[in-house]
T-cell receptor
Framework: DAGVIQSPRHEVTEMGQEVTLRCKPISGHNSLFWYRQTMMRGLELLIYFNNNVPIDDSGMPEDRFSAKMPNASFSTLKIQPSEPRDSAVYFC???????????FGQGTRLTVV | KQEVTQIPAALSVPEGENLVLNCSFTDSAIYNLQWFRQDPGKGLTSLLLIQSSQREQTSGRLNASLDKSSGRSTLYIAASQPGDSATYLCAVRNQAGTALIFGKGTTLSVSS
């Protein structure tokens, strides 16, 4: 298996623009997580899906952030409008049943100027 | 609210040393604990997963222990090598079907 696949790897955008990050979990995994990593705050959970249903979105910073999982093999994280403080590395991870080992993608480094 | 702490934030050792990385968590009622490695600019690589009923797990030169009652885990690295240089992250899962909560990591530097 190719592991968790995220795209793009790098994104540079101007403040106010819409940004969409994409994730393909490991085939057969039914739990998917979006995390954000910054130097100051480390890794923070944004949202967690189980069987394509959002279970915990308490980490989503504000209404500018939204996430979807239309099927078991694809998820998106959208920021609209983007702001400089959204600059971070965004990771997607998947696991089986939310109980077993979690595997992470390579991340998307987002820079908002 | 569960909090995970890793001390020290950074550690430098000469090649060949055995070393221990520490992780503590405030709520001992965890489901499992996972150790990761992160190289600069890269994603997280899973190293070891310890279930709450287990005391330790081993993989090669790595050994992770878990003491739930005291809210602590350690990652032991034997005979360290320059290739072990990375940031090591500890994460706990409070209950089945919940997300991992991470510490901020220990950045390890092994000099040759």
């Amino acid at each position: 298996d190719a592991g968790v696949i995220q795209s793009p790897r790098h994104e540079v955008t101007e403040m106010g623009q819409e940004v969409t990050l994409r994730c393909k979990p490991i085939s057969g995994h039914n739990s998917l997580f979006w995390y954000r990593q910054t130097m100051m705050r480390g890794l923070e959970l944004l949202i967690y899906f189980n069987n394509n249903v959002p279970i915990d979105d308490s980490g989503m910073p504000e209404d500018r952030f939204s996430a979807k999982m239309p099927n078991a093999s694809f998820s998106t994280l959208k920021i609209q409008p983007s702001e400089p403080r959204d600059s971070a590395v965004y990771f997607c991870a998947s696991s089986l049943g939310g109980v077993l080992e979690a595997f992470f993608g390579q991340g998307t480094r987002l820079t908002v100027v | 609210k569960q909090e995970v702490t890793q001390i020290p934030a950074a550690l430098s050792v000469p090649e060949g040393e055995n070393l221990v990385l520490n992780c503590s968590f405030t709520d001992s009622a965890i489901y499992n604990l996972q150790w990761f490695r992160q190289d600069p600019g890269k994603g997280l690589t899973s190293l070891l997963l310890i279930q709450s009923s287990q005391r330790e797990q081993t993989s090669g030169r790595l050994n992770a222990s878990l003491d739930k009652s005291s809210g602590r885990s350690t990652l032991y690295i034997a005979a360290s090598q320059p290739g072990d240089s990375a940031t090591y992250l500890c994460a706990v899962r409070n209950q089945a079907g919940t997300a991992l909560i991470f510490g901020k990591g220990t950045t390890l530097s092994v000099s040759s």
